[in-house]
């Protein structure tokens, strides 16, 4: 159990289950903790998921996931210019699963995989529950949190097995340019690691161009993960996928899924099927205008951030040096909740998720603003 007992608790979702209870207990809380979007479903995918109770789809399924669905993704991802065939892409429960489950199919023992931080609050653990070693490259405000690609290949030892990208990034908003993305794709194709590129914030893009990594790494280095959550608003109906042209690899994840969690849930499954021809660009429209106005309320405060180019998240200093201490003291003092830069391994900062109405932030930082 060792592996298990160096792993924190997500922090993320302890604040979130905190702020909810404050909630539940009548506290006007203004909760900016979760990447969550407040958007329902849309209407063509709830249709669906009754159209399978209708129809009784409510047994086992294809561990891979059922063929329309995948079809259905191969379709959504060719829009993009990117291209996996049906039997190259493995649904699973949400992209968090995709990720484990690649973990789980790449990594030994003292095999290393780099990250950039900050980071999403669960690659180390995904990367320590194998026993493998996550291998950390810090970047830096003051190069808006982009990677610098000497220090990266000095990281490349013989035991690197992967490199894990997250662009648009959570926490921080920024987008990867096209030049460090084909730079990172190069060192990767040198010296043959994986790329695991973690692309579930792809639709939600402010400024500039985004660059996928599918199309500068070499095929069978390539483990492309996605999600519905973000960008359909489908957090609870946790379908995410994994695509990869490696067999191996896919099919020791077609085990892994196999012998884990047999299945995922076949009515979200078949409500999915019609994701290629969901139109969600006024959630896209929605979201750039709550960014517009973070930024715009941000700078009227004084705040000091990294401009979000993509996702839904406000990466700003924290204003005092204990951001834990911040986040803790700004929710009991102003019922603010927000999450603590040190969650994802950047002490000093704090994140704000813009996934609620102009409404409620502007609330959010009338008290912000009355803390600072």
Known sequence: MKFVDKIPISKTIEINTLAKKLIEDGKDVINLTAGEPDFPTPNIIKEKAKEALEKNFTNYTDSKGIPELRESISRML???????????????????????????????????????????????????????????????????????????????????????????????????????????????????????????????????????????????????????????SMTGWRIGFVALKNQLIYNRIVKIQGHSITSVNSIAQYASTVIDEVDNSYMLKEFKKRRDFVISKSREIGLTFVNPKGAFYLFFKSPIEDDSLFCKTILEEKLIALIPGSAFNEKGFVRLSFTNSIEKLEEGFRRIKEFV
Do not use: C, M
């Not at 026993?131 to 190069?143: Q, S």
């Not at 043959?192 to 199309?215: C, G, M, P, R, W």
């Open 78 to 232: 060719y829009k993009k210019d990117i291209h996996f065939l049906p039997n190259e892409i493995l649904v699973t429960n949400g992209g968090k699963q995709a990720l484990f489950n690649t973990f789980l199919s790449i990594l030994d023992r003292e095999d290393e995989v780099i990250l950039f931080s900050p980071f999403w609050v669960s690659y180390v653990p995904g990367i320590l529950l194998t026993g493998a070693k996550p291998v950390i490259l810090k970047t830096e405000f003051e190069n808006n949190f982009l990677p610098d690609i000497n220090k990266l290949r000095k990281l490349v030892t013989s035991k690197t097995k992967a490199i894990l990208v997250n662009s648009p990034n959570n926490p921080t908003g920024v987008i990867y340019p096209e030049e460090i993305v084909i730079e990172i794709s190069r060192i990767a194709n040198e010296n043959k690691i994986f790329v695991i590129t973690d692309e579930v914030y792809d639709f939600l893009v402010y400024e500039d161009n985004f660059s996928s990594f599918a199309k500068y790494v070499d095929k069978n280095q390539l483990i492309y993960i996605n999600s519905f959550s973000k960008s359909y």
